[in-house]
């Protein structure tokens, strides 16, 4: 207690805050053995950081704030604490929010610059809402956790190409984490990171990169705080909409505020960043096709029988694309015309693959030709091998 207190003290600018009345319940349930109580008081002492920061109760900053935070989570049950774990940066200048809880805030988790009195939005604005719900689950139960993040360059986990606004100012990335940290907390509906950036423009296509081992460019789902004209209130009363609008005017380079914003569905967290993909430049391969690339000879399929085709779509530099609507068609053969079902459309999912179980009316011998489009730009086509349809 004496110590969390202490902590308490450095970042909270009142000697009565409500914090210290949450501290001590804490204290007592952890000290009792009521481990779940104190785990719930502590997600309320969390909760008064995030309330308080930026405002007139803030008195330290990220380094206080994250001493205390690690008090707080010392008596809590939330699994293995990352190694890394620290919350400076995003008290400092990013997000922090405790979300899952029936009483819990349900609005979209946002960055800030905050500090004691100051709290101001970034030149873009960027954060994770719910999808539908903000529920998880943890160790089989229903839970609450803390989300938090911070700003990181797009360059330092992608060598894809950073989207930038129309100052050619690059757009930042972000990580978001959660505590408990994900695949333990488990949630009830993806979440949708994002951050107000413009969709699309002159053939290049925004789209939310997300992760550094395993990246995948994930299909977009429009962000509902871009659109929102009340996010982002700055302490003078001017909303970060009108701010970042009138700043796009202005001879410094910072960003435009879009509407629509660039946002993905992800069921884990990690890095996420804006990054440029141009489908015209990308990359289509055919991973499953009547005839395997390299065979002696044509291989044969049924007519009016099923028969399965899978196209990988990824960026130029080797990243899978999500949502990216792939459309087969069959040339070839001579006199009547052939039919193909099937084909009319698949969209990629994160591992980019788009897959097809496809019909031919008519035998002969025939090639495939796979497109993807992407935000209304079209790829270049590819040609399958030479395959014969038979009776």
């Known amino acids: 207690m004496q110590g969390a207190r202490a902590a308490a003290k450095e970042f909270f600018s009142a000697g009565n805050d409500p914090i210290y009345t949450i501290l001590k319940a804490q204290t007592d349930a ?41 008090s707080i989570v010392a008596c809590m049950d939330v699994g293995t604490v990352p190694d890394d774990f620290n919350v400076a940066s995003s008290i400092d200048r990013g997000l922090f929010e405790v979300r899952g809880g029936a009483g819990d805030d349900f609005t979209a988790a946002l960055a800030y610059v905050a500090g004691p009195d100051s709290k101001e939005p970034p030149p873009t604005m960027w954060g994770v809402e719910a999808s539908n719900t903000w529920a998880a689950t943890f160790a089989g139960s229903s839970s609450r956790y803390l989300v938090y993040g911070s700003p990181r360059a797009v360059s330092d986990f992608t060598s894809e190409q950073a989207a930038v606004d129309p100052n050619e100012v690059v757009y930042t990335g ?25 969709e699309i423009g002159d053939g290049v296509v925004n789209r939310l990169l997300h992760g550094d081992e395993n990246p995948v460019v994930l299909a977009l789902s429009p962000l509902t705080f871009c659109t929102d004209p009340s996010i982002a209130r700055s302490e003078s009363g001017v909303t970060g909409m009108v701010r970042r609008v009138a700043s796009y005017f202005a001879p410094a380079a910072v960003h435009a ?100 179980s496809l019909v031919l009316t008519k035998t002969g011998g025939y090639r495939l030709s796979a497109v993807a489009d992407l935000g209304g730009s079209t790829s270049q086509p590819i040609t399958s091998e030479l395959f014969t349809a038979e009776k």
């Open 257 to 356: 505020y879009f509407r629509g914003g660039v946002g993905g569905l992800a069921s884990a967290l990690s890095p996420f960043g804006p990054v440029q993909v141009n489908i015209g430049n990308g990359s289509l391969v055919y991973t499953v096709q009547p005839t395997p690339v390299g065979a002696q000879s044509p291989s044969a399929v049924k007519v009016r029988t099923p028969f399965p085709v899978s196209v990988r779509v990824t960026t130029s530099g080797g990243t899978p694309i999500e949502g990216a609507n792939v459309v087969v068609t069959v040339f070839g053969n001579n006199g009547q015309p052939v039919t193909i079902a099937g084909g009319e459309g698949s969209l990629t999912g994160t591992d980019g693959i788009a897959e097809f």
């Open 30 to 70: 952890y000290s009792a053995g009521q481990l779940a109580a104190a785990t719930d008081l502590g997600f309320d002492a969390l909760d008064e950081i995030a309330v308080a920061r930026g405002g007139t109760r803030q008195k330290g900053a990220g380094t206080e704030g994250n001493a205390l935070v690690l």
């Open 174 to 198: 972000f990580d978001i984490s959660t505590l408990p940290a994900t695949p333990g907390l488990a949630f009830s509906a993806p979440l949708r990171p994002g951050i107000c950036a413009e």
